[in-house]
C-alpha cells in the first residue's frame, strides 16, 4: 500500500483513502489476471475457459462503478484541495486504465471463441506466436506499473514509460511478419486481420501499463509527463536529485 494517506489527522479520511488504494490494487490483479486467463484460452484452444474470461470482465466494471461512486462522495464530503484532490483525480484515473485493460483482455477472450467455436479452421500455431510474446512482455509492464503505484516508486513508473517505445517496435516488427502470412496464402487474410486486432488489444493494455507509471510520476512530482520527452523528464529528475 502507498503511503497516500501520511499525514492526515482524520482518520476517516485516511480510511476512505486506503480503501480507494485498495480498489485499485484490487482491480490490477484482476487485470493481470484477466490478460493471462484470456491468452491461456487462445493457447489451450478452449472456447468455454474464454467465456469465463468474458462472464469474469462484468467485476471489473462492477468495481470501477464502485470506485467512481466512492470519489465523488469523498470529494463532496471532504473537499479536497492541493495534493489530495490530485491523489483522488489519479487514483480515479488508474482505476479508468485498469478497467480498460479488463475490456482488452475481453477482446482477446472474444477471439479464441471466433476461432474454436464456430467450425472453421483455425490459424496455426505459428501465426499466432506474436500474440504469445507480446503478452508476457506487456504482462510484464502491467505488472511493473502496479508496483510502481503501490510503492509510489519514481523509478519503476518511468521504466513502465520508456518499455512503451519497445512495445510499439514489436507491435510494428508484428505486423511485418503477419504480413508475409498473407503473401504466402492469401487464405491467411482472415486469420491475420483477427491476430492484428488481437495484438492491437495487447499494444492498448501497454499503454494502459504507461498511462499509470505516468500517473505514478505526477503523484510523486507534481510533473505531468504525458505529452513531454520520458529522457528530459528522467534527466530533470536526476537533476532535482542531485541537488537535494
Known amino acids: 500500500m502507498n503511503d497516500m494517506t501520511n499525514g492526515h489527522i482524520v482518520k476517516a479520511y485516511s480510511a476512505e483513502l486506503n480503501h480507494l488504494n485498495k480498489l485499485v490494487l484490487d482491480m490490477g490483479t484482476m487485470g493481470q489476471d484477466q490478460l493471462r486467463r484470456a491468452v491461456q484460452t487462445l493457447k489451450d484452444e478452449d472456447p468455454k475457459a474464454a467465456g469465463h474470461v468474458i462472464d469474469r470482465d462484468r467485476k471489473l466494471n462492477e468495481i470501477d462503478v464502485q470506485a467512481d461512486e466512492e470519489i465523488i462522495r469523498l470529494i463532496a464530503k471532504r473537499q479536497p484541495m492541493a495534493k489530495d484532490l490530485r491523489d483522488i483525480l489519479t487514483v480515479q484515473k488508474t482505476i479508468s486504465d485498469l478497467e480498460r485493460v479488463g475490456d482488452e483482455a475481453r477482446k482477446i477472450a472474444n477471439l479464441t471463441i471466433h476461432f474454436y467455436d464456430n ?22 509492464m502491467l505488472g511493473l506499473s502496479l508496483v ?13 514509460i520508456e518499455m512503451d517505445k519497445k512495445l510499439y517496435e514489436d507491435f ?14 492469401s487464405r491467411n487474410v482472415g486469420s491475420v486481420v483477427d491476430i492484428v486486432l488481437a495484438l492491437r488489444a495487447l499494444e492498448r493494455i501497454g499503454g494502459h501499463a504507461k498511462n499509470i507509471g505516468g500517473f505514478v510520476v505526477f503523484l510523486v512530482t507534481g510533473k505531468d509527463v504525458r505529452h513531454e520527452d520520458i529522457h528530459a523528464i528522467t534527466a530533470e529528475i536526476e537533476a532535482s536529485r542531485v541537488a537535494e
Open 119 to 140: 467450425g472453421k479452421n483455425p490459424p496455426s500455431k505459428e501465426i499466432l506466436h506474436d500474440i504469445y510474446d507480446m503478452s508476457e512482455y506487456v504482462d510484464e
Open 148 to 160: 510502481a503505484f503501490t510503492e509510489l516508486d519514481l523509478d519503476k513508473a518511468l521504466e513502465v
Open 172 to 185: 510494428r516488427g508484428s505486423l511485418r511478419r503477419l504480413s508475409t502470412f498473407i503473401m504466402e496464402d
